[in-house]
């Protein structure tokens, strides 16, 4: 059984952890990438930038459009977890505030490989357009 940690950028600049694991860092469009603990146990880090919004409004300028949450993304999301999900026992999830879209991430890939996503809905607030295309890309 796979196990997360969903961490907000404060977190993530300053975790330590013994337990092999994979960093997924999801920073906003206009922000830097945060900087990640040294830790030995890290086998890797992917790092993407995207909204933190959850729909498409039709007077929404095209520059926002553009930095929502797409296939693309969920894509590469999945290429990586894929790539080490058999190595590591932890995948670690960060966004800026820790709410929604590391918790959507983790949810969707949660749901995938435990069969279980209810521990994300309890404790967060998971962003609902990266949640379903996540699932959407995989289960396609």
Same mark, same amino acid.
Request: charged share 30%; with cysteine.
């Given at each position: 059984? /796979?196990?997360?940690?969903?961490? +907000?950028?404060?977190?993530?600049? +300053?975790?330590?952890?013994?337990?092999?694991?994979?960093?997924?860092?999801?920073?906003?469009?206009? !922000?830097?990438?945060?900087?990640?603990?040294?830790?030995?146990?890290?086998?890797?880090?992917? *790092?993407?930038?995207? !909204? #933190?919004?959850?729909? @498409?409004?039709?007077?929404?300028?095209?520059?926002?459009? #553009?930095?929502?949450?797409?296939?693309?993304?969920?894509?590469?999301?999945?290429? *990586?977890?894929?790539?080490?999900? #058999?190595?590591?026992?932890? @995948?670690?999830?960060?966004?800026?505030?820790? @709410?929604?879209? $590391? $918790?959507?991430?983790?949810?969707? @890939? $949660?749901?995938?490989? +435990?069969?279980?996503?209810?521990?994300?809905?309890?404790?967060?607030?998971?962003? /609902?357009?990266?949640?379903?295309? /996540?699932?959407?890309?995989?289960?396609?």
């Amino acid at each position: 059984m /796979m196990r997360f940690d969903v961490f +907000n950028r404060e977190r993530i600049e +300053n975790y330590n952890t013994p337990e092999k694991h994979i960093v997924i860092s999801i920073a906003d469009i206009k !922000s830097k990438r945060p900087e990640i603990s040294k830790v030995d146990s890290r086998v890797d880090a992917l *790092f993407v930038q995207f !909204s #933190d919004l959850d729909r @498409i409004v039709p007077t929404m300028p095209k520059d926002l459009k #553009d930095s929502l949450f797409n296939k693309r993304l969920a894509e590469a999301i999945w290429k *990586f977890v894929d790539k080490y999900k #058999d190595e590591v026992g932890l @995948i670690i999830v960060n966004c800026e505030a820790g @709410i929604s879209r $590391s $918790s959507a991430v983790a949810a969707s @890939i $949660s749901k995938v490989l +435990n069969d279980d996503d209810a521990a994300f809905f309890k404790h967060f607030l998971p962003n /609902m357009l990266v949640y379903r295309k /996540m699932l959407e890309v995989k289960l396609k």
